[in-house]
C-alpha cells in the first residue's frame, strides 16, 4: 500500500480514537468477508471434538507445523524428541476442554471473565500456536467464538501498538473499524474496534497494557440468541437470600413489643 494511503487512514483512524466512543451509536461496518482471518479448517457450529480433530488428525494442523522441522532432522534423538513434543500438544489440546458448569475456573480471574456464563452449557478450549494463544469457545459444544491474543511487537503482523493492529486489519479489510472506549454501563469492558460480515462479527481489543491486542471472531447468529441461549444469569453475591428478603418484607416486628407496651401502660394508669 502507497505511503500517502497509510498516513491517510492513520490519520482517520487517530481522529476516531479522539472521539473516543462517539461512533458506538452506529452498527460495526459491514465488510465483504472476514473468511480471510478465519482458519480455513474451522467452522462455526463445530464440536470441541471436530476441533480437535483438525488439529490433531494426521496431516491435520500440527502434523503440518512440525513437518518442516521433522524433514530436516535424521533419525535419531532429535527427531524423537520434537516428535515427542508434537504428541504431547495434541494431547494437551484435546484434554484442554474446560466447561463453565457449577464450579468456579481459573479463567475467572484473566482478562476473558466476561466472555462466558456459568451454567448456561458453555466451554472453553486453549490452544498456544503460531505464536499466539487462542481460546476457542462453545455453546451447547458448538464452536461459536475463537478469541486470538495476539503479542504487540515491532514488525508483527499486527504492529505494536493497537492502534497500528486497528490501522493494520482495516486495511485488509477495505474499511475503517468502529471505535467505541471503555464503558462498563454499555458492556464494553476496554477501548475496541469491530466489523462485521454476513455471519461473523469481529472485535479488536486494547490489552496494551499486557503487550497484547485481543482479535475475537463470533458467530453473529449466535450472539443475536444470547439473551435466550443464557438463560440462567449471573447471582448478585451481594442479595439476600430469599428466606431472609420474605422475612423482612413488610419489616421487622419484635414478637413481645405489644406485651412490653401494655406493661408500661399500665405502669403510667398506676401512677
Same mark, same amino acid.
Given at each position: 500500500?502507497?505511503?500517502?494511503?497509510?498516513?491517510?487512514?492513520?490519520?482517520?483512524?487517530?481522529?476516531?480514537?479522539?472521539?473516543?466512543?462517539?461512533?458506538?451509536?452506529?452498527?460495526?461496518?459491514?465488510?465483504?468477508?472476514?473468511?480471510?482471518?478465519?482458519?480455513?479448517?474451522?467452522? !462455526?457450529?463445530?464440536?470441541?471434538?471436530?476441533?480437535?480433530?483438525?488439529?490433531?488428525?494426521?496431516?491435520?494442523?500440527?502434523?503440518?507445523?512440525?513437518?518442516?522441522?521433522?524433514?530436516?532432522?535424521?533419525?535419531?534423538?532429535?527427531?524423537?524428541?520434537?516428535?515427542?513434543?508434537?504428541?504431547?500438544?495434541?494431547?494437551?489440546?484435546?484434554?484442554?476442554?474446560?466447561?463453565?458448569?457449577?464450579?468456579?475456573? =481459573?479463567?475467572?480471574?484473566?482478562?476473558?471473565?466476561?466472555?462466558?456464563?456459568?451454567?448456561?452449557?458453555?466451554?472453553?478450549?486453549?490452544?498456544?500456536?503460531?505464536?499466539?494463544?487462542?481460546?476457542?469457545?462453545?455453546?451447547?459444544?458448538?464452536? !461459536?467464538?475463537?478469541?486470538?491474543?495476539?503479542?504487540?511487537?515491532? =514488525?508483527?503482523?499486527?504492529?505494536?501498538?493497537?492502534?497500528?493492529?486497528?490501522?493494520?486489519?482495516?486495511?485488509?479489510?477495505?474499511?475503517?473499524? *468502529?471505535?467505541?472506549?471503555?464503558?462498563?454501563?454499555?458492556?464494553?469492558?476496554?477501548?475496541?474496534?469491530? !466489523?462485521?460480515?454476513?455471519?461473523?462479527?469481529?472485535?479488536?481489543?486494547?490489552?496494551?497494557?499486557?503487550?497484547?491486542?485481543?482479535?475475537?471472531?463470533?458467530?453473529?447468529?449466535?450472539?443475536?440468541?444470547?439473551?435466550?441461549? *443464557?438463560?440462567?444469569?449471573?447471582?448478585?453475591?451481594?442479595?439476600?437470600?430469599?428466606?431472609?428478603?420474605?422475612?423482612?418484607?413488610?419489616?421487622?416486628?419484635?414478637?413481645?413489643?405489644?406485651?412490653?407496651?401494655?406493661?408500661?401502660?399500665?405502669?403510667? *394508669?398506676?401512677?
Amino acid at each position: 500500500m502507497k505511503p500517502a494511503i497509510l498516513a491517510a487512514l492513520a490519520i482517520a483512524v487517530g481522529a476516531m480514537f479522539a472521539i473516543g466512543g462517539l461512533a458506538g451509536a452506529a452498527d460495526a461496518p459491514a465488510v465483504a468477508s472476514l473468511s480471510p482471518l478465519m482458519q480455513k479448517e474451522l467452522h !462455526w457450529g463445530m464440536s470441541h471434538r471436530d476441533v480437535a480433530e483438525e488439529y490433531n488428525k494426521p496431516m491435520g494442523l500440527f502434523d503440518r507445523e512440525y513437518a518442516p522441522q521433522l524433514a530436516r532432522l535424521q533419525p535419531g534423538v532429535e527427531m524423537d524428541q520434537l516428535s515427542a513434543d508434537k504428541d504431547s500438544r495434541k494431547a494437551n489440546f484435546e484434554r484442554g476442554y474446560t466447561e463453565f458448569a457449577d464450579s468456579p475456573t =481459573g479463567y475467572d480471574v484473566t482478562p476473558l471473565h466476561s466472555e462466558y456464563t456459568y451454567k448456561n452449557g458453555e466451554a472453553i478450549q486453549r490452544l498456544f500456536k503460531d505464536g499466539k494463544t487462542r481460546y476457542f469457545f462453545y455453546m451447547k459444544d458448538h464452536l !461459536w467464538k475463537i478469541y486470538d491474543e495476539v503479542p504487540l511487537k515491532t =514488525g508483527s503482523a499486527l504492529g505494536d501498538t493497537f492502534q497500528s493492529a486497528v490501522l493494520k486489519l482495516g486495511a485488509l479489510l477495505g474499511a475503517q473499524g *468502529r471505535i467505541q472506549a471503555a464503558d462498563a454501563a454499555r458492556g464494553v469492558e476496554r477501548t475496541t474496534a469491530d !466489523w462485521q460480515d454476513n455471519s461473523t462479527h469481529m472485535r479488536v481489543l486494547d490489552r496494551s497494557a499486557e503487550h497484547i491486542v485481543g482479535v475475537v471472531l463470533e458467530d453473529r447468529q449466535t450472539m443475536l440468541n444470547l439473551s435466550s441461549l *443464557r438463560s440462567n444469569k449471573p447471582e448478585d453475591p451481594f442479595a439476600l437470600d430469599p428466606s431472609i428478603a420474605a422475612l423482612t418484607k413488610h419489616g421487622v416486628t419484635d414478637p413481645n413489643a405489644s406485651k412490653a407496651a401494655k406493661a408500661d401502660a399500665g405502669v403510667r *394508669r398506676a401512677r
